[in-house]
């Protein structure tokens, strides 16, 4: 049988996707994880990773080893957590996979006081734009809009209930171009596009009054949803083009009147975010404590 804590780095290296960032991430040295790991695979009489000097990519063997093998780790986890919090106090870590808009929208109302509520409770909080199995990457939770839910997956409200996308341009464009009155006329326009990593960019939906109108902008301009949203709206403020976000992302500057809202009766509703986690597994501690807080905050809300 393997040792547990040869297993264990070889789940750091396999989530961080690296010895140096496993290091960082787990206080535990490279050379002592690279042992562990070597040692692991000797065991097992198989190559979990191959390493280059710039790479360190699963094999096949290693991504079973890591499917199996995870949850299985996130259930020792919370049982420990149990266990602590049986004390009295709820403590232990928390990790929440979370898109950059609800790190930046959604959670500033909720983290503050919700550690102010449960300060032994360490939260890690990492933010991603693509899906992934929260439970493979390590992370108890995650937050997700409703078509990107896996599923098998509790699904429970957080944030806004409603939110719109918003079409906006500085007042120095709206003056050299002219301001567009309908959808279609955004097409002789210059607009600042975002996508996904490793898809395409997506297209501009529009409603007003029943009538709803899919465009495919041109720009010369592409950002990358998340780490480049501020750069995009940068660009609007300096007069690049039209830009389309989240209207909670624009508000400062339509309040500032660095941006200006366009054609605002066709800008879309849509339901707000949800906090998603297995339902499959026993629930950590530090987990149902958040849980519990955004039940609480959600209920708080709708009484206002």
Request: with cysteine.
């Amino acid at each position: 049988m393997p040792d547990l804590t040869d297993l264990n780095a070889f789940l750091l290296v396999a989530r961080s996707q690296g010895f140096r960032q496993a290091a960082r991430e787990s206080g535990i040295s490279s050379s002592a994880l690279s042992d562990a790991v070597k040692r692991l695979e000797d065991d097992l009489g198989v190559r979990l990773f191959n390493r280059t000097t710039r790479s360190v990519l699963m094999t096949d063997a290693g991504r079973l080893l890591l499917e199996r093998t995870a949850p299985a780790f996130a259930e020792v986890a919370s049982a420990l957590n149990e266990v602590k919090s049986s004390r009295g106090r709820t403590s232990g870590e928390l990790r929440l996979n979370v898109p950059m808009s609800a790190a930046r929208l959604v959670l500033p109302a909720i983290v503050p006081p919700f550690l102010t509520s449960y300060p032994e409770i360490r939260l890690e909080i990492i933010t991603d734009e693509n899906f992934v199995d929260i439970i493979k990457s390590g992370c108890d939770a995650g937050i997700r809009y409703d078509e990107r839910l896996e599923q098998d997956m509790v699904a429970l409200p957080i944030g806004p209930r409603q939110q719109r996308y918003a079409l906006a341009a500085s007042p120095d464009y709206l003056e050299r171009r002219g301001t567009p009155q309908h959808p279609q006329e955004l097409l002789s326009h210059h607009c600042i596009l975002g996508r996904f990593s490793g898809r395409a960019i997506p297209s501009w939906e529009f409603e007003c009054e029943g009538e709803g109108v899919v465009i495919n902008p041109k720009g010369n301009l592409v950002v990358q949803f998340g780490g480049g949203t501020d750069l995009g709206i940068d660009a609007a403020v300096a007069g690049t083009g039209l830009i389309y976000l989240f209207e909670d992302w624009l508000r400062p500057h339509f309040d500032r009147g660095d941006l200006v809202p366009v054609m605002e009766e066709w800008w879309i509703r849509f339901p707000g975010p949800f906090l998603y986690y297995s339902g499959r597994r026993l629930v950590p501690a530090p987990l149902r404590a958040f849980i519990d807080f955004v039940k609480q905050t959600n209920k708080a809300a709708a009484n206002c």
